[in-house]
């Protein structure tokens, strides 16, 4: 699945693989395929979205087979979902891999979910533990609004 695309060292794909041989656990097709395809997305996927771009490269890998490569990038800590609301779960690479923790932005026009540097909110979550005490988990925060697409006049 090479796509000429040059990917920013280190490459989060690699880091994965080596992490996953590290526990022990098998590198398969599938979890290397999932990983490439959330390492290479701009937004957050559904199972079924990663499902049709595995699929696409590399055909004949089952639906199941997927879904159980999720469940244990997950399970292994490299892959991370959020649901937010009523929507199917989207999944994207764990905050590690990625240089750090990310902030969830959601279109409520479109559904879309991305993402922002997970820095965005510190001014905000050093206000909140010095005026409250409260300690502000900034990776489970999505913040709503309308995407670049659906702000378009
Ligand atoms: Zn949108």
């Known amino acids: 699945m090479d796509d000429g695309v ?12 080596r992490q996953i041989r590290a526990h022990g656990e098998r590198v398969t097709v599938a979890r290397t395929a ?10 957050h996927l559904s199972a079924d979205a990663i499902f049709a ?15 159980r490569a999720l469940d244990a ?7 991370a979902f959020t649901r937010l ?4 779960a989207t999944y994207h690479l764990a905050g ?21 540097p997970g ?5 905000v979550a050093f206000r909140l533990a010095a005026e409250q005490g ?4 900034p990776t489970a925060v999505a913040l709503t609004g309308r995407c670049a697409r659906c702000a378009r006049p």
């Open 73 to 79: 990038l997950e399970r292994l800590d490299l892959v």
């Open 53 to 67: 771009a595995v699929s696409r490269a590399a055909p004949g890998v089952h639906r199941t087979t997927i879904y």
């Open 134 to 137: 409260f300690a502000l988990d």
């Open 6 to 17: 040059q990917h920013p060292t280190p490459d989060p794909v690699a880091e994965a693989v």
């Open 85 to 88: 609301r009523h929507d199917a």
């Open 34 to 43: 999932v990983l490439r395809v959330l390492a290479d997305a701009d937004e």
């Open 96 to 116: 590690h891999l990625v240089g750090g923790a990310r902030v969830y932005v959601r279109c409520r026009v479109c559904g879309t979910v991305g993402h922002a």
């Open 119 to 123: 820095d965005l909110l510190d001014d």
